[in-house]
């Protein structure tokens, strides 16, 4: 057999199948999340949330600039699957190369038999890796996820073939390749860098023994290397940049852009002559490369943009060069590899270029707008996000005892000056000249100025509550008490007291560990890993219950000890497609190959190893995440999801070299140590919470893998080594195909529009030149894809309530943006530029007498009115916060606003109370457009915006579908939480009838997941509100008509039936269709009876997680049998009445399990 070409066929097959399989499971449109806005930005090459993929845009950008605007955001979910069709390929050709060597370990010559079995490897690996549920969610959307997999494993192959090779010069075209790939990764994504240390590994036991000296000295330059791409390269250059840019503003009085310019001459000419002393050495290319630096240097020393540390680092990298060069008498390899990689790196990194040079033309989407360096090293600094502590910072209840000053914000001005005194700056040049147009003595200066000081920004805290490595550090409320509950939190009592004179206790080491071990190790990656070679319970973010987003294999016997009986599930969880049954298959052969290549060949273990360490634990440290996650986060970790799957391909090597390896000694060994070690772990799992989850999984995983083992041992020996390869690769394949059977139907987005057609429905919701405001990922980026790309609904302006805290974002909306017009703010650009009421007080002398907006934001917009904050500075402040607006009653008849009918609830003032103690820039923002409207424009506030938005304005809200259009019109309040305001009635229904869209949820059968059934929960909420409205006014035929509609468009097949559908019950009820309400009361009864009688059969210990949901099980049956009595369906009243008392006798029980066995101590499931 010719391995070479067997090798590349069957890659090339493997390719085939992962490319059916992702074009087959694609989404043909934008999904939730990022992917809206990913798909935005590369078809028009817009500017997206820090820190930017340019190179992801541009790659996006070529995939659908030939196609029909259609079909651009399917073909951008192509670029992700065939950037994970690539990524298999070169994940089938590593799990080769690392079974060749198994196989030709102490020089053998390959086989057939070993021939098939390294081919099987790659086969079974390649493919359990595509089939696995977090890559396999990556792969068919348009996000850079699948880009950065594929970086990953292209940089990881090409370090192998550098080893296959025999060491010569032209080997080093490996390692520049890989340096080139990784410049270019930064502009996708960051995770690429971590396959640093893994590759310097390799480079150093390929001539190397295993020598712990050795490696510890590889792994501290492998990470130096990293931090110096990470800190140096990426944010340094521009650093560097930027203080070039401001010394030659300011100390030579030249031009924007001169300083880059001149940076960017003197790095290009270093890199040239390091390149050829490197070559041919000289000593008038040493004292070029020397006055080179020292040009360089001297500029970065002499101003005050660069802190002294990044001054050290620029001294240190720049002594270093000069001893290199010093010392340097003949041409050198070793310096011309890096310099060379050095270079390549920086080519990569300059598709960031783009990201400048497309936010210089002010794009509608353009965030952090880093047109310039100050504004660009921002961005790739993440700023917007805040930081988190890492190596050392406090716990969430530390006492700040002092504050220091941060980094100056620096920005771009065109500063209007009388001689040399300021009098004013602005950010553009065209209100500079019509500033200074009324005075010839006046002149405009390009420069840049500090907009934000940053004085006392930086909270510092009590030293007693501080520690090294604290994962506990959010004062967030619900975070606090998540914290306190993973830890199981007791507390070391200090000396210091809280404002009500109550000791603080400061969390102890262990309850440090344990929050990591709990929650961040276990919950954030472990359960993740299980989701991909284990099984997943369902597709509902899970926080640590025992209902959802846990990992499940399928083995009753092991699930039931951390998840309570599997037996009789209700239809709610037992259907549920996210429930995948993996049995722990490809993490048992995955533990076999890692175990195999530990014995055989550690030193390419360790390799593996390193990677899947670096992809997965190290990120779990330096993510340091809090709980309550918005959403899960498997994405981030798939990379060592991929090392792993490298050692499930070897597993099947390791079958057919039982052969060889295995002997009845070694086998009766393995089984004593399993059985053993899970019997110790089964007695001390008595002793404590009895949950036997881990020892029943380890005997489990024990057998199942040495039985295997064993069978394979027993069969060789007759059969032969070729047939053993067959049936060890035939053995394996069985796993993947288990993994795509149960996998396919929760990854199959195919036919799926719903993101789309929902963010439609949110722009159809509005009338002409509309103002909407939005606030969260999923109630935007849809959006932004519907007008970016489709062109739907332009008029609209979009306008992020996040976002608006910005002083960049308030400047964008303040311009044209396709067909809509710029939004009316009438604050200028000075009283909102940033560190400028970032935050404003709210009514602090505690006033009670109402004042109207436009004289209360007078008082707020006037610099000589401030209040000195401790802490804070000097803060701007409303004077009250009982606010109202005059209306002109008369002309909003004439303008057709408001009706004859609506002036009843009128008084010609909109009045309202602004909650809170302070407000921040965006809601300023809001009440300067509420103020100045003068109703020339409609404004919409987004259903799913969230009530600290509403500035406790509802009652003037008018509900119009997914929106909620501000009136002049004050609505009562109604008894239900879900209804806000009043309704249009006769505008919605024309917009659901005849309108809206509904993504093939009333065609097709979807894959609906928790993001789509969560916004199908809102809309059955407003459509809910409408038909109730639409009954109160009398028109019942309209409101049966909007109730049938509810269920057609989202029939129960993709939208499961859940009590907020008891309103639309009610609703038929009351319009005279009681066979259509009393079928739906029946099912939803019906699916609460069957989850409240499975919740009350399980163990106490269980139970106590389930109280509420007991609790809502037997409210929904009571409240149903209360409606068929109310509405005389005499034999449906009867039949639940009998159930319900069965249920309340069920719920008793329960309830008397729960007080047996106590309180619940802690979050979290068991192994």
Not at 238 to 252: D, I, S
Not at 1134 to 1158: C, H, P, S, T
């Amino acid at each position: 057999m010719q391995f070479g070409r067997l090798n590349n066929i069957l890659g090339w097959i493997v390719f085939a199948i992962s490319t059916f399989v992702y074009f087959s499971t694609i989404e043909p449109t934008a999904s939730f999340w990022d992917c809206g806005e990913f798909i935005a930005t590369a078809y028009k090459l817009e500017v997206g949330h820090p820190p930017g993929a340019p190179f992801f845009m541009i790659l996006g950008r070529l995939f659908s600039a030939f196609v029909p605007v259609e079909y651009a955001a399917t073909s951008i979910n192509v670029l992700s699957a065939l950037s994970s069709s690539f990524t298999i390929l070169f994940l089938f050709w590593s799990i080769t190369a690392f079974a060749k060597k198994l196989a030709t370990s102490n020089n053998k010559e390959l086989s057939d038999g070993s021939i098939i079995a390294i081919l099987g490897s790659g086969l079974v690996g390649a493919l359990c890796y595509t089939f696995s549920d977090s890559f396999w969610f990556s792969a068919v959307e348009g996000e850079v996820y699948a880009i950065s997999s594929l970086f990953t494993a292209v940089v990881f192959w090409a370090i192998l073939k550098w080893d296959a090779e025999e060491k010569s010069p032209r080997t080093d075209r490996w390692i520049i390749l890989i340096a080139y790939l990784m410049g270019l990764s930064i502009g996708v994504h960051l995770l690429n860098l971590l396959c640093i240390p893994a590759i310097a590994l390799v480079i150093y036991l390929k001539n190397n023994d295993l020598n712990f000296k050795g490696l510890a000295l590889t792994g501290v330059i492998s990470l130096l290397v990293l931090g110096f791409i990470q800190s140096g390269i990426i944010p340094g250059i521009v650093t560097m940049a930027g203080g070039y840019e401001l010394f030659f503003t300011e100390n030579v009085g030249a031009g924007f852009n001169v300083g880059i310019s001149v940076f960017s001459i003197l790095l290009i000419a270093l890199i040239v002559l390091l390149i050829i002393y490197s070559h041919s050495p000289s000593k008038q290319l040493r004292y070029g490369i020397i006055a080179t630096l020292v040009l360089t240097i001297i500029p970065l020393l002499f101003n005050e943009f660069l802190g002294g540390t990044a001054k050290f680092f620029c001294l240190l990298i720049a002594g270093g060069i000069i001893a290199t060069v010093m010392k340097l008498k003949s041409p050198s390899r070793l310096l011309h590899l890096s310099t060379m990689s050095f270079m390549v790196i920086l080519l990569g990194y300059s598709t960031f270029a783009m990201i400048v040079i497309r936010s210089s033309a002010n794009p509608p989407m353009d965030e952090n707008n880093p047109e310039n360096v100050f504004t660009l090293l921002s961005y790739l600094n993440r700023e917007q996000y805040g930081d988190r502590p890492l190596l050392k910072g406090h716990y969430w209840m530390a006492p700040t005892v002092g504050t220091e000053d941060g980094d100056p914000v620096y920005m771009k001005a065109y500063s209007v000056k009388d001689g040399k005194r300021r009098v004013k700056s602005f950010n553009n040049l065209y209100d500079a000249e019509e500033f200074v147009s009324s005075d010839p003595n006046l002149s405009i200066v390009k420069e840049y100025i500090i907009s934000d000081p940053r004085k006392n920004s930086v909270y510092e805290y009590d030293s007693r509550f501080e520690a090294i490595l604290p994962r506990m550090y959010s004062s967030q409320a619900n975070h606090v008490d998540a914290y306190k509950s993973w830890s199981d939190f007791k507390g070391k009592p200090t000396s210091a007291a809280d404002g009500q004179g109550n000791r603080l206790r400061v969390p102890t080491p262990g309850e440090n560990l344990k929050f990591f071990l709990r929650y961040q190790v276990n919950h954030m990656y472990w359960r993740y890993f299980m989701w991909n070679f284990a099984g997943r319970q369902n597709d509902i973010q899970g926080h640590g219950g025992i209902l959802n987003g846990n990992w499940l294999s399928g083995v009753d016997l092991i699930d039931e000890q951390r998840l309570g009986s599997q037996e009789n599930l209700p239809s709610s969880l037992a259907n549920n497609k996210g429930r995948n049954n993996f049995y722990f298959l490809p993490l048992i052969l995955g533990i076999i190959g890692l175990i195999f290549q530990l014995i055989k060949d550690t030193k390419n273990w360790l390799v593996i190893t390193l990677l899947f360490l670096l992809t997965g634990l190290a990120i779990v440290v330096y993510l340091n995440q809090y709980p309550y996650q918005p959403r899960e986060r498997d994405y981030a970790y798939v990379g060592s999801f991929y090392a792993f799957a490298m050692w499930v391909g070897l597993g099947v090597y390791a079958l057919y070299d039982s052969i060889n390896s295995l002997t009845k000694q070694s086998l009766t060994r393995i089984l004593i140590a399993v059985v053993g070690t899970g019997g110790v772990i089964y007695l001390l799992e008595s002793g404590g919470s009895g949950d036997h989850s881990f020892s029943y999984t380890l005997l489990y995983i024990g057998l199942i893998g040495a039985g295997a083992m064993a069978l394979m041992s027993v069969i060789g020996k007759s059969i032969g080594a070729k047939n053993t390869a067959l049936i060890s690769t035939i053995l394996g394949l069985s796993i993947p195909l288990v993994m795509v059977a149960d996998g396919w139907d929760d990854h199959n987005r195919a036919k799926r529009k719903t993101g789309v057609d929902i963010a439609k429905n949110y722009l159809e919701s509005c009338e002409p030149n509309a103002i909407l405001f939005t606030n969260g990922d999923n109630d935007t980026f849809p959006l932004w894809y519907a007008q970016e790309v489709e062109g739907i609904r332009t008029d609209v302006r979009v306008v992020n309530l996040s976002l608006l805290n910005t002083d960049w974002y308030i400047d964008q909306m303040k311009r044209k943006a396709y067909d809509s017009d710029p939004v009316p703010f009438t604050i200028g650009e000075p009283k909102y530029r940033q560190g400028t009421r970032d935050v404003v007080l709210l009514n602090p002398e505690q006033k009670t007498e109402q004042m109207e907006l436009k004289s209360a934001l007078q008082v707020a917009l006037d610099d000589s009115k401030t209040l000195p904050i401790r802490g804070m500075g000097s803060l701007s402040y409303l004077p009250t916060n009982r606010v109202y607006i005059n209306v002109d009653t008369e002309k909003l008849l004439r303008q057709g606003i408001v009706s004859p009918a609506d002036t009843s609830m009128m008084n010609g003032r909109i009045e309202w109370n602004i909650p809170g103690r302070y407000i921040t820039k965006n809601n300023l923002m809001v009440l300067d457009l509420l103020a100045n409207m003068d109703w020339e424009r409609p404004i919409y506030f987004a259903v799913t915006t969230g009530m600290d938005t509403y500035l406790n304005m509802q009652q003037y809200f008018k509900l119009t579908g997914m929106a909620y259009r501000v009136s002049p019109v004050k609505h009562p309040k109604n008894d239900n939480p879900n209804r806000l305001g009043g309704v249009d009635t006769e505008k919605m229904y024309d917009n659901v009838m005849n309108k809206f869209q509904w993504g093939n949820m009333d065609t097709e059968e979807l894959y609906m997941d928790e993001n789509n059934l969560r916004l199908t929960t809102n809309i059955r909420l407003q459509l809910a509100s409408l038909a109730d409205e639409l009954i109160a006014e009398g028109k019942d035929e309209l409101a049966h008509d909007i109730l049938d509609k509810t269920f057609e468009a989202m029939p129960e097949r993709n939208v499961p039936l859940t009590r907020v559908v008891m309103p639309l019950i009610e609703s038929y009820a009351k319009v005279g269709d009681t066979e259509k309400a009393q079928e739906l009361a029946a099912r939803l009864f019906e699916i609460n009876e069957e989850e409240l009688f499975y919740f009350s059969s399980m163990d106490g210990r269980f139970l106590r997680q389930l109280d509420e949901e007991l609790q809502i099980n037997m409210y929904v049956g009571q409240r149903l049998e209360y409606v068929a009595r109310q509405y005389e369906m005499e034999e449906l009243s009867e039949d639940l009445r009998v159930r319900v008392q069965a249920m309340q006798q069920a719920y008793e029980n329960a309830q008397e399990k729960i007080r047996k066995a106590g309180r619940r101590s802690g979050k979290g499931v068991g192994f």
